[in-house]
């Protein structure tokens, strides 16, 4: 599903406005939607509007007024005065025929419900003073909360608390999701989230041309690589792991598995010879070479090699960056992670040139935030204050390569701008290797000939998908062993035969 920032959500309201829809009628379409969760979440009791001046208050409006002609207790506290209200949110205050109670926290009470309608996405200032207070006191009361829009105090940009924000129990949101709905900590203030259609033409995404998506299969099931019928493993391509020395080879191992299970056709771990018999003893599909220079590295991925990954257990030093190097001059297809990027952490530009010289390869960078820091700092330098989504988006336009950035809300971008944010990682998969059993399913994509794109998004995606079949409880181990279960979930929401 298309993501739309502030700007062009409201982009979406004025040119929907403009082909003829009157402004007041999609609010009233908003504050009925409203109205309709309000009463699944609270089927008795009574129901407490807290609205704000702006048009997020005139949706809580309608609510109240909808709810009251259903016979509910509803009342309402607004954060101005009654009087200062303007446009739409005025029209939608008249139809209120109840009593408005001012903003006095001591007047919450224990409600079954609360509609939070105090401010919507365009909150673009810390709140402060009377409105904080009001946040905090809806908090403290304990009772559900049904956002309008967005918690209040979530930047619907970057997903950031802005002084304080409502700890919601569901959100509505109208049309499309916003960033701040997926990314953290917004995603978490928002609880359950709905998208509600109140009448805005799905025609004007293609004036406003979004380039922001939830990672999900729609977005990418054309890439995604079936086997054919006459296929073969050297087919499905072959994809090279590199691994560190004795004391470092389980990484390796995890990505390499993971590579094999995600479908590449073959799969080889290069490994020091200090390591090999470690290596060797612990696995079985997945071949083994020794490789201990960069020239023996440049021969093994000369040959039928479609990808490399490297980074889980490398260690970080010379021996890695020649390796990065070997792999960027053969023009393979990569996946760049943990010791293969803090490797060049003091000389990003170095990498980032090798990657520019080579556009044809598709490379793929997947730090988490600390690997981030280090190797995109001119970044977060020149930018300080941006979302995380966008400074994905400029990593990925100063390095030339897809950039990943791990975390509950992974975003994935393309240097073209085209950016995705995951939604359906468990909180278990914060554990050790499980980054490593991510690099090796893009890995196994890249192999098979998936751009490198699609491939981050989609090993994102399965990543969590195997994160939520595995379970709580689960280690790094276990996430390679339910990709089959991941995959055949897949075939059937695609309608493919296996």
């Not at 810390?126 to 049904?146: E, S, T, Y």
């Not at 004007?204 to 995604?224: H, M, S």
Request: hydrophobic share 45%; proline share 6%; aromatic share 4%.
């Amino acid at each position: 599903m298309d993501i739309l920032t502030t700007d062009e959500m409201a982009r979406a309201d004025q040119l929907t406005i403009a082909a003829g829809t009157p402004g007041f009628k999609l609010m009233r379409a908003a504050g009925r939607a409203v109205a309709d969760v309000a009463g699944e979440l609270a089927e008795e009791g009574a129901i407490l509007v807290v609205a704000g001046r702006g048009n997020n208050g005139g949706d809580g409006f309608v609510a109240a007024a909808e709810l009251a002609a259903q016979g509910r207790d509803v009342s309402v506290i607004l954060l101005c005065d009654r009087a200062t209200l303007k446009g739409d949110a005025a029209l939608a205050a008249k139809g209120w025929k109840g009593e408005v109670l001012p903003c006095d926290p001591s007047l919450i009470g224990q409600p079954a419900l609360i509609i939070d309608a105090l401010f919507g996405a365009g909150l673009n200032r810390p709140v402060k003073g009377d409105p904080l207070i009001m946040i905090d006191a809806i908090n403290a009361a304990g009772v559900p909360v049904l956002a309008v829009d967005l918690p209040s105090g979530i930047n619907g940009d970057s997903g950031g608390v802005m002084g304080g924000a409502i700890r919601a129990t569901e959100t509505v949101t109208f049309f499309r999701p916003k960033p701040g709905h997926l990314l953290v900590p917004g995603r978490v203030h928002c609880g359950r989230l709905r998208v509600i259609d109140i009448g805005i033409d799905e025609d004007v995404l293609a004036e406003i041309r979004p380039q922001t998506f939830e990672n999900n299969p729609d977005l990418w099931a054309d890439a995604f690589p079936v086997p054919k019928i006459n296929s073969h493993k050297f087919s499905r391509g072959h994809a090279v792991i590199v691994s560190g020395d004795i004391a470092s080879t389980g990484a390796a191992r995890l990505s390499a598995r993971a590579a094999l299970r995600g479908g590449a056709g073959l799969v080889t771990v290069a490994s020091p010879r200090d390591a090999l018999a470690v290596n060797a003893a612990a696995l079985t599909a997945v071949m083994v070479r020794p490789v201990d220079t960069a020239a023996e590295f440049a021969a093994l991925i000369g040959g039928k090699v479609s990808a490399c990954v490297i980074g889980p257990g490398a260690g970080v030093g010379e021996r890695t960056r020649m390796f990065v190097e070997a792999i960027l001059a053969a023009r393979r297809h990569a996946v760049l992670d943990a010791d293969a990027l803090t490797s060049f952490a003091d000389a990003p530009e170095r990498l980032f040139d090798l990657i520019k010289a080579s556009p044809e390869s598709g490379v793929v960078l997947t730090p988490h935030e600390g690997e981030f820091s280090r190797i995109f700092s001119k970044v977060d330098e020149k930018h300080p204050a941006v979302s995380k989504l966008e400074r994905v988006r400029l990593a990925a336009q100063e390095s030339g390569a897809i950039v990943l950035l791990k975390g509950p809300d992974t975003v994935v971008a393309s240097p073209d701008g085209r950016a995705t944010i995951a939604a359906n990682a468990p909180p278990w998969l914060a554990t050790a290797g499980s980054g490593d059993v991510l690099a090796g399913v893009i890995g196994a994509l890249l192999a098979q000939g998936v751009p490198a794109y699609e491939a981050a998004c989609i090993g994102v995606w399965m990543h969590g998908e195997a994160g939520s079949e595995a379970g709580p409880g689960l280690i790094a181990e276990d996430l390679t062993e339910v990709l089959p279960a991941v995959f055949r979930r897949l075939y059937d929401q695609l309608g493919i035969q296996y």
